[in-house]
């Protein structure tokens, strides 16, 4: 099987994607790299990720940049006095499947000229796009996907994340013929355990 290299962009910000991407960590047996992380404290995206993935497999990259302050990446960074350079990004070596996390949403900048968006297409990686339903979401899920579109990025999937809409999912996947991977329902908890539960739903999705 070709190895899966796959990019995890949201239709905002708390949507779910570190969720989304651990349970696609561990359906695949993947790698794991978050480019940038804005805000050490708690914790960060690849720490979390790495609670909840217990296959021996995966190798968690370590990221281009490391912030401090839980912001916009572009204002974390202007807040040390830093400027994310696009050339700084590079994917890491590795023969095995890769999940890479964005930060927020497509259109996030990075730095002046340089959003998430632009640094998807630099990586080339085909994207998975988590939708929450919530008032607006069909905006916003219909903008991600035809921004992804507009700049020759192929998409992999949709995750709806949370309580069912038919009536909102039906809309987007009749609208734009995107693929739909398993559901995520709200769950009280999130954990190793519920990680590893999805991750099977997962696996017969990417028919492993």
């Known amino acids: ?49 790495q609670q909840l993935v217990t296959n021996l497999t995966t190798y968690f990259h370590p990221e281009t940049y490391r912030l401090q302050l839980p912001a916009s990446p572009h204002a974390a960074a202007a807040a040390e006095n830093i400027l994310i350079r696009p050339e700084d ?20 900048p990075l730095a002046p000229g340089f959003l998430i968006a632009d640094l998807a297409v630099q990586l080339g990686l085909a994207t998975i796009v988590v939708s929450r339903n919530y008032l607006g979401s069909i905006n916003h899920t219909l903008l991600t996907l035809e921004a992804l579109r507009q700049r020759g990025l192929s998409v992999r999937g949709v995750v709806f994340n949370g309580e069912p809409n038919p009536a909102t999912e039906d809309f987007i996947t009749q609208h734009t013929g995107v693929l739909v991977l398993p559901r995520i329902l709200p769950e009280p908890t999130v954990n190793a355990a519920v990680v590893s539960r999805y991750a099977a739903a997962f696996k017969t999705a990417f028919g492993l």
């Open 89 to 108: 990004f590079t994917l890491p070596a590795t023969d095995n499947h890769l999940i890479v996390e964005g930060a927020g949403g497509l259109l996030v």
């Open 1 to 49: 099987m070709t190895p899966e290299r796959l990019f995890v962009t949201g239709i905002g910000t708390d949507v779910g994607k570190t969720f989304v991407a651990a349970i696609l960590t561990e359906a695949l047996g993947a790698d794991y790299w978050k480019p940038v992380q804005a805000g050490l404290t708690p914790t960060t995206d690849t720490a979390t990720v």
